[in-house]
């Protein structure tokens, strides 16, 4: 058996297979055919919506066939009509009775399995009727007292039961025999319910709803208890156990997820298999009697014969590993493991282990849960908090941010990420501006001297390289956890820190223009290739200590003798080598361009934010791409998968640390779409009553439950506080923060008298 | 002289909180308290709650919307909320100030408030591509908050409503009326004639009390005393219910007659063929278009409302005379409903807000007091299925299970007339349409007329736009 379709003239909305599974009925608007299933196709045997008088009575909901004779068809028209087709007639005598009882839409018909001649519909006006196609009129109608009825199903165990579930989210077991009363109710769902099926061997009801879960119902006590529930992520609209399989069902959704899904019960969160090949939503299954083929129909207006062998199994490409790492650094790893290795347990703290005989779908796992504690106490992560809280990434301008945000890594020891921010402000902020006018003027010099400086870095090539590695693996130790080092550069910066002059407090003739140029493009150059490294030649930069942005930078770095030579164990071979690739390529492109009109600083930038974000630090380069702001744009090769990747990760890692207000800001300042709209996801969190706990929805200051809003005064003047409240965590009294600020600059115990020592600050 | 009932009270209070004012649409829906509680939780979530929009642009798109029907009370009311969120003050100059992405919502607004049936999948991909897009979960915010306001307008006009007291042309208090401010209002407001109309407490629109909390609120509780006076603009002088003959020109049919119309379709079973009852539908259809708008158009638009809308010529057209006959079928509601697909695409996209607006249309389709006229214990549910279909396929929406002959053997052609221009003109629509309409109703009665083409109105808009964005989405 292979997956075999066919396309209709209009969306399908049910399908029905006769009692041997060899032929199926489709129905919907406008299609009702017959159609035999061949081994590679479907053959149509009929259409019955060839008759001339077409009406609405043929627009169907709901296709049933009778399960004890292959000649009789029914279905449940839109208009509140119940039809029965017989198949051997043909033209008009084919409807053979036209049941105009409903007053509403029918929505389900179903034939009863054992007793010939007897079908059930269930409609929008909320009735169920019972008929036997005999008779020209209902045999029995049952009320529901609902508003509608979506689906009715005959039990297979209990030959007079049927189920109805309703849009109120009940469920309704019936006897045939009995219309006044119904024999059991209970509320299954929060939501309208869309479908039911019963199980075909245990006394099992799946019912399926709006609220997107399928329930299974155990029925055999007179009080239902709910063995499963399944969660999808759509509604869902129709849902069919798999034969000889009891713990899987079939279910299609309502809306937006086009897939059918085959639910192992037992495994409520993720498919057992899944069929994509629809386009639109699936309106219909049904299994073609075994449990390897089944048949479905959809609003994109195929029929679809699927095999099970071309399902996709969306739990085979779950991960089965799993990784997180707290705020301290300790790290927790689980992953399966092999059954047969039971013997050794590692570092492990947990072990679980089951054990499944019940399927062939089944087999024994064991999965290991790792953890591992971070020993060395590092002062990244409150340096991460501290950044994170400081640095000021909109509202002001651009070099504001930068000079700030370079402050305040300097301040909790990141000399390097200090740096970084005055890099990027010499290359983007107002100096750039006044750069390219310097250079309109002396652009011939520049040019010479640029020359001559990339002579001179030729010869200094391998010298260079190595410095660039040193500094490199120090970066390394500065992230990571190697505190001597670091140390070493805090010092070295202290010591250069001396030099440091007033913004703007230079001034220079022409001759020293030239220097202060030549000076500038080393800097930048060095800025470049080494992020944050200058080369450390004091020839170059002694003459320009007076120059404001360059005495910054090379106070960062020190002379490379200050380093002693790094053996760090993670030295990232990676940024090393790239770093030394960068150096030809570079020569060339400034010796390629005679005019050298404004050189872009953009690739190298880009190169510092991928070294640092490689590294771990997405913190930096994140925040540097925010405060860049409209100069994004020039970096161009920087594609934004890998900025996405970068937003996510300091997102998630701000979620880590609880800084949601940061987190919420670089979301709202993120400029990738996928990103920003995480804040149209709700972001509401709502403070509780503290009388009664309930959630404070309507506004934080009244309690709909209590009606009061006591909760809320201000312990000084009484009022309902209706802006910020502040209050004492210890004693829990509070009020306005004014109020309370007045209070506290005189006392010391808590306003209400409670004799609390609140400590506020 | 009735109390207002506590639950009505304490919703007023609730709608104070939430608006700073308990403005004359929540006075006049008082009538309807189950209603009213989701009504205000509706608007209040849309314009207030959590979602994706930010607060500014949701005021902004509430007048764009409110603007197609030239609504200035709606539009004054949303100004004033625009600027207390911080809107930019300059995009109150027009729509010629406001960012391109506001702007391009416009083709949405104009279409859905007209001819919602001309929406297709372009126009939801227009918006969500290229510069200035907008995200799907914001497309289907600002899609409910116009359909909001659009439909809020079909239920402004036809009852009324009167400027707010802070709003130019509200309404002002002759010295007289300022002595009766006292505690004892009750018995001077009854001597004033203003609560004495009618016989029945019931029909009261407001009775006055010294609300403490929402007096307060309101100019000393003054404004609770009078408020047939100023809610419902002086229905006082209207007031012919029970008394005034039907005019000769057009010969009302009374509530018995109606009522023995009821019992006769209830009795009778259905023996008519489909074909029929297709036919039915459109000589509805055909039917409505031939009747007009109640009242000529209102000449000219107001200099400050107009700089709110573009395209002042594109109105309503009748769905029986789209040109587009051939490509735009009808919409059956049996293909693209509510509950089963609306529903869910609206919940997935904008959190919780179909549990709301599901709320509030089944409050305003099932709402019944088993009365009509001062008659009790009526089934009034055909009535009101008719008043429901009818709106809908003003909007070309079909049910396959009613039979539209009902249409024309219950509403007979003034309340259709009324209905129609509410529905699909209501600034044509005036307090004097209102009063010539069902005599013989109630005015709670009347205004769940109006409620009704509120939502089913709403519910329509809302049917075509997901429909739209479902089929963007699946393809």
């Known amino acids: ?761 | 002289m009735g109390q207002i009932p506590q639950n009505t009270r304490t919703l007023f209070v609730e709608a104070f909180l939430q608006n700073n004012r308990l403005d004359h649409v929540s006075q006049v829906m008082g009538y309807h308290p189950s209603y009213l509680d989701n009504f205000l939780k509706t608007q209040n979530f849309i314009l207030r709650g959590d979602g994706p929009l930010p607060y500014d642009y949701r005021h902004y798109i509430a007048i764009m919307a409110a603007g197609r029907h030239q609504c200035s009370y709606l539009i004054q009311l949303q100004k004033q909320e625009f600027l207390v969120q911080g809107g930019d003050q300059s995009w109150l100059k027009g729509l010629h100030c406001i960012p391109q992405k506001l702007r391009n919502l416009y083709d949405i607004n104009k279409i859905l408030a007209h001819r919602p049936w001309l929406l297709n999948k372009s126009h939801i991909e227009k918006l969500t591509k290229g510069k200035d897009s907008w995200s799907l979960a914001e497309v289907v915010h600002a899609i409910v908050i116009l359909t909001h306001f659009h439909s809020l307008c079909s239920f402004v006009f036809p009852c009324g409503v009167n400027q707010e007291l802070d709003q130019a042309g509200g309404y002002r208090y002759p010295e007289t009326l300022q002595m009766l401010n006292n505690p004892g209002g009750n018995s001077v407001a009854a001597a004033t004639g203003v609560s004495k109309k009618s016989s029945d407490p019931k029909d009261i629109p407001i009775p006055n009390d010294t609300r403490p909390t929402a007096g307060k609120i309101l100019n000393g509780g003054r404004l609770n005393n009078f408020i047939n006076k100023i809610g419902v603009a002086d229905w006082t002088s209207g007031r012919t219910q029970n008394q005034s003959p039907p005019s000769p020109t057009e010969p009302e049919v009374g509530i018995s007659t109606l009522m023995q119309r009821m019992k006769t379709l209830s009795e009778q079973t259905q023996e008519c063929t489909p074909v029929e009852l297709a036919k039915r539908f459109e000589n509805v259809e055909t039917q409505s278009a031939e009747l007009g708008a109640v009242g000529p158009e209102p000449q000219g638009t107001p200099a400050d409302i107009g700089i709110f809308i573009e395209d002042t010529q594109f109105i309503y057209q009748d769905f029986a005379k789209r040109d587009e006959h051939q490509s735009i079928p009808t919409f059956r509601v049996q293909d693209y409903s509510w509950d089963d697909h609306a529903y869910s695409l609206v919940n997935r996209l904008y959190n919780d807000v179909g549990n709301l607006l599901d709320d509030k249309f089944k409050t305003a389709y099932n709402l019944t007091y088993y009365t009509m006229g001062g008659r009790t214990d009526v089934d009034t549910s055909r009535f009101r299925r008719a008043i429901w279909n009818y709106i809908q396929c003003l909007l070309g929406i079909r049910h396959d299970d009613y039979d539209y002959g009902e249409i024309n053997q219950l509403l007979e052609k003034s309340l259709k007339t009324f209905i129609k221009s509410a529905c699909c003109y209501p600034e044509c629509v005036t307090k004097k349409d209102y009063l010539k309409v069902l005599r013989e109703f109630k005015h709670s009665e009347k205004v769940h007329v109006n409620l009704m083409v509120l939502e089913a109105r709403m519910q329509a808009e809302l049917l075509y736009a997901l429909r739209t964005v479902n089929r963007y989405m699946t393809n």
């Open chain 1, 1 to 761: 058996m292979s997956t075999i379709s066919v396309l209709q003239e209009g969306p399908v909305n049910a399908l029905a297979l006769n009692k041997d599974n060899s032929q199926v009925a489709i129905g919907g608007r406008n299609v009702f055919k017959v159609y035999s299933i061949e081994e590679d196709c479907f053959k149509e045997i009929c259409n019955l919506r060839a008759s001339k008088h077409l009406n609405l009575s043929f627009s169907c909901n709901d296709v049933a066939w009778s399960s004890t004779d292959d000649n009789y068809l029914a279905t449940a028209a839109t208009n509140g009509h119940v039809c029965v087709w017989n198949l051997t007639k043909s033209g008009k005598a084919m409807q053979e009775q036209v049941y105009q009882e409903h007053k509403r839409t029918v929505n389900k018909v179903n034939f009863h399995s054992s007793e010939p001649y007897r079908l059930i519909s269930g409609s929008q006006d909320g009735t169920m009727r019972y008929f036997d196609m005999r008779c020209k009129a209902a045999v029995a109608t049952f009320l529901s007292n609902t508003e509608s009825v979506r689906d009715v199903q005959f039990s297979p165990h209990m030959p007079h039961t049927f189920a109805a579930v309703s849009e109120n989210g009940s469920v309704q077991l019936w006897d045939v025999r009995r219309t006044e009363k119904c024999i059991q109710q209970f509320t299954a769902h929060s939501g309208p319910i869309f479908a039911c099926d019963w199980h075909p061997e245990a006394t099992w009801l799946a019912t399926a709803s709006r609220d997107k879960t399928i329930k299974v119902w155990d029925l055999t006590t007179s009080k239902p208890t709910l063995d499963y529930t399944i969660h999808t992520i759509a509604s869902i609209g129709h849902v069919k156990w798999r034969p000889q399989r009891k713990y899987h069902i079939a279910s299609c959704a309502l809306v937006v997820d086009c897939s059918i899904n085959i639910w192992d019960i037992r495994r409520p969160f993720i498919p057992f298999a899944a069929f994509n090949e629809h386009k639109d939503i699936a309106s219909g299954v049904a299994w073609r009697g075994d449990s390897q083929v089944f048949l479905s129909t959809s609003r994109d207006c195929s029929l679809i014969q699927h095999s099970f062998k071309d399902a996709s199994r969306p739990a085979s490409k779950a991960n089965i590993q799993a990784l997180d790492i707290s705020t301290k650094g300790n790290t927790l790893f689980g992953m399966r493991v092999p059954v047969s290795t039971n013997t050794t347990k590692p570092t492990g703290l947990m072990r679980k282990s089951s054990t499944s005989t019940i399927s062939d779908q089944f087999h024994q796992s064991a999965s290991v849960l790792h953890q591992f504690t971070h020993v060395s106490v590092c002062n990244d992560l409150s340096s991460f908090e501290f950044l994170a809280k400081n640095y000021i990434l909109y509202g002001r301008s651009f070099p504001e941010m930068c000079e700030h945000n370079a402050a305040v890594a300097k301040e909790c020891g990141k000399s390097n990420i200090s740096t970084i921010w005055k890099i990027v402000n010499t290359m983007y902020g107002e100096l750039y501006v006044k750069i390219q006018a310097m250079h309109n003027n002396g652009g011939l010099n520049l040019m010479n001297n640029v020359d001559a400086s990339s002579t001179e870095k030729k010869n200094n090539d391998v010298v260079g390289e190595a410095a660039a590695a040193q500094f490199s693996s120090a970066d390394d130790d500065v992230e990571g956890e190697d505190q001597v080092d670091h140390t070493a550069v805090a010092n070295g910066y202290h010591t250069y820190n001396k030099y440091g002059h007033p913004k703007g407090d230079f001034s220079f003739g022409e001759n020293e223009l030239d220097l202060e140029l030549d000076a500038l493009s080393i800097d930048y150059r060095n800025g470049m290739r080494n992020q944050n490294q200058l080369q450390q030649q004091e020839d170059w930069t002694l003459p320009n200590e007076a120059f404001n942005i360059r005495h910054e930078i090379r106070d960062r770095s020190p002379p490379p003798e200050q380093f002693p030579n790094n053996n760090s164990p993670d030295f990232n071979d990676d940024s090393h080598s790239s770093t030394v690739d960068e150096q030809p390529t570079w020569l060339v492109s400034v010796s390629k361009i005679p005019p050298m009109p404004i050189w872009d600083p953009s690739a190298s930038l880009i190169e510092s934010l991928k070294h640092h974000a490689e590294k771990g630090d997405v913190q930096t380069s994140v925040s540097v791409l925010i405060v860049l702001g409209e100069h994004r744009k020039n970096l161009k090769t920087l594609d934004e998968n890998t900025v996405t990747h970068w937003l996510m990760g300091y997102i998630q890692t701000l979620e880590r640390f609880r800084l949601w207000n940061v987190k919420a800001l670089v979301i709202e300042l993120a400029w990738i779409p996928s990103i920003s709209q995480m804040n149209q996801q709700s972001t509401r969190i709502n403070t509780n009553c503290s009388q009664c706990l309930k959630p404070l929805q309507r506004s934080g200051w009244l309690c709909d439950r209590c009606h009061s809003t006591d909760a809320s005064r201000c312990s000084i003047c009484h009022q309902v506080v209706k802006g910020l409240y502040v209050w004492c965590q210890g004693c829990s009294h509070g009020g306005h923060l004014m109020h309370m600020q007045e209070w506290f600059s005189k006392n010391k115990q808590c306003p209400t008298g409670c004799g609390h020592l609140c400590e506020y600050r």
